[in-house]
């Protein structure tokens, strides 16, 4: 059932009339964008076009996802549990045991409905421009899910200047141009730039027919390989060279004196597997510091993009009818591929003429990693990152930005928030309705999370009340999580935990240093039959 009750519908109807028009909604998303990487959260990269939106919005400090790609995108474009539409796990890692069974397509199914399907049944034209990774086939690409125009890569990764993949499984990038298979790259593309061009020329070409629209820029930076045009770099050489342990303590520092986490919190001690920075070499150093500066540039380079989509929206009068909606997709990645199978990486290097010098770094022909060494400065001061429920995977910047809609600007709230009220909050601003569980002849899932709304316009302190769980799960290898009001519990596999389930209060420990199991032991007890209920609920299915 959903959620999203009568009052609420009314309250949008009546704001779209005052309007006279409905609302554009822009929703960005930031790829693998660690928790402290804005310098809204702490960062030390100037992103002054993101800034904007969040001086002009709402700035979330505690806002949710999953810890992993297609699982979080089918959530942000459906507001339903991962479980139920299609991407119990990712296609990739998908078992045996797993194969076959609903909910674990691999792909958004046919169980749910996106919400640029939505908003072109209301009336709206719907773009997308960047990474899809929720199906590749025909009845599963972009535009049989509700996009009018789309220039999309159709898996999780790839080069951002031409067609080699990311990984030996996906060698080759898979791109689609309004549903067309590219043979080769656009000239002079590179993903940010050419992903802005695109959704600006969607939105011009379009603008004669007088439809609102909804624009799904979604940008493939930060996300591995690291590449980016070699003057974007440059600016950031050697501003790395103090090293990540450093870099950690400065940014807890800055997020204290920003108010993004309490005072009394002190930095959790370095993660295990993360060498000091004094321990290494010279030549190490140099290398990692370069990664570093990558990396920089890359998140420099999609923020000036985010200006310029953001101020051809002001040329054009679009912008203050828009909602703005930003948020990264998981927490930033500490994945190596190379590291873990070397000999063949390096065979496929040399295969299509990748070259790992320093000098070649970042650029087109090179294959740079982030690592979980500065992964950790990314999710400080956050446990673990990408693909674990831990917060460094799955708290992330979000927000949200459209104040000729009510929602309150300058504002940052630590409420706990998911992408799952996404969906609700974009269908109460538009004023389009879910049809429910019914839907074309079949049955489908709704959302049922509320609507952000009265907590974007000052009108409630809280999305959801200490009674209410909010349960995460993915791969079907103990990766589990459950959130009751402050309370939280986890359980994860080495060398990440060790199988048992901890209890932290996210209140007074975002760090998930204190495990409050043993001294609260009816509260762990309580909420693991709530996530049981969860997983049967939602039809979980055990990797093996």
């Given at each position: ?348 290097f040399k295969e299509v003429g990748i070259d790992t010098s320093y ?44 104040p000729r809609g009510g929602v309150k600007s300058g504002v940052k ?11 609700p909050t974009i269908l109460n601003y538009t004023g389009v309705k ?111």
């Open positions: 059932m959903a959620l999203i009750g009568f009052s609420t519908w009314k309250k949008s109807e009546e704001a779209v009339a005052a309007n006279g028009k409905k609302p554009n909604v822009v929703l960005i998303v930031i790829d693998d964008l660690g928790y402290s990487d804005l310098t809204m959260y702490g960062g030390e990269v100037p992103t002054p076009n993101i800034e904007s939106l969040a001086k002009s919005g709402t700035m979330f400090t505690n806002f949710h996802v999953a810890p992993t790609c297609s699982p979080s995108r089918s959530m942000l474009l459906t507001g339903v549990d991962n479980h139920r539409n299609g991407l119990g796990t990712m296609a990739e890692l998908l078992t045996p045991a797993q194969e076959g069974k609903p909910g674990y397509e691999g792909v958004l199914n046919n169980r749910v409905i996106p919400i640029s399907e939505l908003l072109k049944n209301a009336g709206y034209n719907t773009y997308m421009a960047g990474k899809w990774h929720l199906g590749h086939k025909d009845g599963q690409r972009p535009a049989f899910r509700g996009f009018n125009n789309s220039f999309a890569l159709i898996q999780g990764g790839g080069s951002h200047f031409n067609m080699i993949g990311e990984t030996l499984e996906e060698k080759v990038s898979m791109y689609f141009d309004n549903d067309q298979p590219l043979k080769s790259m656009p000239p002079n593309f590179y993903s940010s730039q050419y992903y802005t061009d695109t959704m600006i020329k969607y939105i011009d070409q379009n603008r004669a027919n007088g439809k609102p629209f909804f624009a799904y820029s979604s940008y493939t930076a930060v996300h591995v390989p690291l590449m980016v045009p070699d003057k974007y770099i440059n600016k950031y050489l050697g501003k790395y060279d103090m090293g990540w342990d450093k870099l950690r303590e400065q940014r807890f520092n800055r997020q204290k004196q920003l108010g993004i986490i309490p005072d009394y919190l002190t930095l959790p001690p370095r993660w295990p597997m993360v060498p000091a920075w004094d321990s290494l070499s010279a030549e190490e150093k140099k290398r990692n510091s370069k990664i570093k500066a990558i990396y920089a540039g890359m998140l420099d380079c999609v923020d000036e993009n985010i200006g310029r989509l953001i101020k051809h929206l002001k040329d054009i009068g679009e912008y203050d009818n828009t909602l703005f909606v930003l948020i990264s997709d998981n927490g930033a990645s500490g994945l190596d591929f190379v590291k873990d199978d070397r000999e063949n990486y390096e065979k496929w000098e070649n770094m970042g650029r087109v022909n090179s294959y740079v990693t982030l690592g979980l060494n500065w992964a950790q400065v990314s999710t400080t001061p956050l446990k673990w990152s990408k693909t674990k429920q831990a917060e460094g995977g799955t708290r992330v910047p979000a927000i949200i930005s459209y709230t630590d409420a706990f928030a998911h992408q799952l009220n996404l969906v879910h049809p429910g569980t019914t839907y074309q002849g079949r049955q489908v899932f709704a959302p049922e999370k509320p609507s952000l709304a009265p907590l974007l316009e000052g009108k409630a302190t809280y999305v959801f009340d200490q009674n209410t769980p909010i349960g995460q799960e993915v791969f079907g290898n103990t990766n589990d999580a459950m959130v009751l009001g402050d309370w939280k519990i986890l359980r994860l596999t080495p060398p990440w935990g060790d199988n048992k389930w901890a209890l932290y209060n996210l209140r007074i420990d975002p760090r998930e240093i204190n495990d409050l199991s043993q001294m609260y032991p009816e509260q762990l007890k309580k909420m693991v039959g709530m996530y049981e209920k969860y997983k049967k609920d939602n039809g979980f299915v055990p990797a093996k």
